[in-house]
């Protein structure tokens, strides 16, 4: 039996990320009923432009850590529900420098939900595939909700343990929670130390794209806008205690992934470095998400990849403003780590 849930005022953490500002777009155009309270502390990965523009009735800025727990109690009061997106989110960071993962994504979780057991209100947590480790590239299984746990780097070690903690405090305390797991997202407001965002810049600006090892790791890509409209279908219909893994058949290794943008950006195919491999790569996430559509009856929107990948390297050429500032030094931080 599913439940059904209709928050009015709900907040956002990390609301000016990419997954998350895409979020509250969503909501303010598809559900004008919902209140969004969007909570960020604007580390290096936060933009304040990604709401901008935003009706001041819909949408509220609260400029804050989610581990400041005097903070949560003076703003989830009023709320019906927490989704929880904010994170520290690159492997590469992580494999770098773990620590602040351990403090956003393990210690923020748990003063969340700290904070949902003492306002009794609902909860959903935002969490990643990776959280099952990597497939085999022959192998033609994909993640399903009962795959064990086997997170590889510190980033998904990170959000396995929140994932954890979620589960321990809803059989605990009976806190009224969701958790979707999902695949690779692509679209608007991707920071550009990602991979799509990162080779489109490269290319906007005179730098080789640049490809980790051979390029044969494969990722399953998901539009974000159907991230967002999956997650509301969790939020407002998930059973409480349930997991879903959210993902759209959208699987492509890097190497061919590469050459589409290339493609189409006028660019010869072979026009790109190999560069040192990410140490522990995972191989391959695919995830089947017959629960989350046979259940709830989700389905993607954004079914044609090369023409949400044209539609992305677009919003990259027509919002230079937006990334130019930080590109320079996203690519000095890859270069002194030989990438
Ligand atoms: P992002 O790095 O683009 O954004 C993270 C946001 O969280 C930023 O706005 C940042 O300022 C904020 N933040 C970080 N630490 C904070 C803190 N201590 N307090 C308050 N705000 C803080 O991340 P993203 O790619 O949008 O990912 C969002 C969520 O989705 C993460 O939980 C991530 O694990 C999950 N996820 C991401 C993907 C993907 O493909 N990017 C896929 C599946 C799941
Ligand atoms: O699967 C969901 C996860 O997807 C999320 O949980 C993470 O938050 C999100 O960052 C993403 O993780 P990945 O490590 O898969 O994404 P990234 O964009 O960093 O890399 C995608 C693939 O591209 C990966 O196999 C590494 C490769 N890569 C990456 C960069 C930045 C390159 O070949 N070259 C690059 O320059």
Redesign the pocket.
Known sequence: MTSDFSPKNIIVTGGCGFIGSNFVHYVVDNHPETHVTVLDALTYAGNIENIAGLPEDRVEFVHGDICDADLLDRIVPGHDAIVHYA?E????NSIADPEPFLRTNVEGTYRLLEATRRYGIRYHHI????VYGDLALDDPARFTESTPYRPS?P??ST?AASDLLVRAWTRTYGLRTTISN????YGPYQHV????P??ITNILTGVR?????E?L????WIHTEDHSSAVWTVLTRGRIGETYLIGADGERN?LT??RMILGMMGRDPDDFDH?RD?PG??RR?AIDATKLRTELGWMPAHTDFESGLRQTIDWYMENRAWWEPVKAKTEAR?KAQG?
Request: aromatic share 12%; proline share 2%; net charge neutral.
């Open positions: 994170a989110s690159h492997n590469d969490s990643t595939d990776e780097s980033y998904s959000k999902c695949s690779n997202n130390e990602k991979f799509i990162r080779q794209p640049k490809l980790y090892g390029g790791n494969v990722r399953d890097n992934v590469l560069v990410r790569h995972d996430y890859y990438q």
